[in-house]
């Protein structure tokens, strides 16, 4: 599932293409929109909450999307070939110059403006919130540290908690606090995961190519993750990886064994 930057970025990237300009072409390839058609509505602006984007039109209409596991947005110049197969398109939205196009995107819903809280308001702050503050900062660190018993991975990827964490920032933050994912969340200062958890999602906001180490070179780019082969990116001691959580919600999960204290599975 995409990490929150890739979120972050992606609507971003649609604003810019999107926003100001009024809607040419409406084209839902979803059974529960298939009717609906938004031309001739301006664009306001396309925001992200945690891993949900919302594109707003004027009327007081936003549509949701989540990309979930595949689901991808793309931005093309009107005209150009798509890379992606048609089959796979669940929305396009045209405006001069430029398409907008949705692939394998998931729970779309258009619904008023004013309503998107009732989609996000069960989601713990969001790390990219631009107005992000202390209060949000100890609002998550409470959230975390109120089930200390539980394993620090499946936290971290606890929406609820905090929004925008996915499987690369759980294996990266859980190696930069020193221990493995399977630690209890006691065994960490919540306050400094969440403050570590949001300094590394805000300095990959604006870039795809995601890096936790510092280092932008092809295989430097992280401590743990997907590193059997390699390597701790630290020590240089091998790599371990097990899977984590249960059912859909299993993720395989890295980690070094000499740089992270704590449980693992046998």
């Known amino acids: 599932m995409p990490e ?9 990237r649609l604003d810019k293409a999107l926003a100001r300009k ?22 306001l602006g396309v925001g992200t909450v945690g891993k949900h984007l919302f594109t707003r039109f004027s009327g007081d209409l936003s549509l949701h ?12 110049p009107s005209g150009r070939r798509w890379r992606k ?36 308001g ?14 949000h900062t100890d609002r998550a660190a409470a959230a975390l540290a109120a089930a200390p018993d539980r394993e620090l991975g499946e936290a971290l990827l606890d929406q609820r908690v905090m929004a925008g964490v996915g499987n690369v920032y759980k294996v990266e933050v859980s190696f930069s606090l020193g221990v493995t994912p399977w630690s ?5 200062d919540a306050r400094a995961a969440v403050l570590l958890a949001r300094k590394l999602l805000a300095a990959n906001a604006w870039r795809f ?11 430097r780019r992280h401590w743990v993750y997907e590193r059997t082969r390699q390597g701790c990116f630290r020590c240089g001691g091998p790599v371990r990886v097990a899977s984590q ?7 395989p999960t890295w980690f070094c064994p000499r740089c992270q204290r704590g449980p693992s599975p046998g």
């Open 245 to 251: 959580g249960e059912g859909v919600h299993q993720r």
């Open 122 to 135: 069960h989601l713990g702050p969001d790390l990219l919130d631009p107005q992000w503050t202390d209060e």
């Open 65 to 76: 999307s989540h990309l979930k596991m595949d689901g991808a947005w793309e931005v093309y």
């Open 85 to 120: 197969p048609a089959h796979h398109a669940r929305v396009v939205l045209g405006v001069d110059g430029a398409q907008a196009v949705g692939f394998r995107v998931h729970d779309l819903e258009i619904l008023p403006t004013a309503q998107e809280q009732r989609l996000v």
């Open 4 to 12: 929150g930057d890739t979120v972050f970025l992606t609507g971003k």
């Open 22 to 43: 009024t809607l040419l072409l409406s084209d839902f390839r979803h059974p529960a929109l298939a009717t609906v058609d938004l031309s001739g509505h301006d664009v």
């Open 184 to 188: 209890p969340v006691s065994d960490v």
């Open 209 to 219: 190519d995601r890096s936790t180490t510092g280092e932008q070179a092809r295989g």
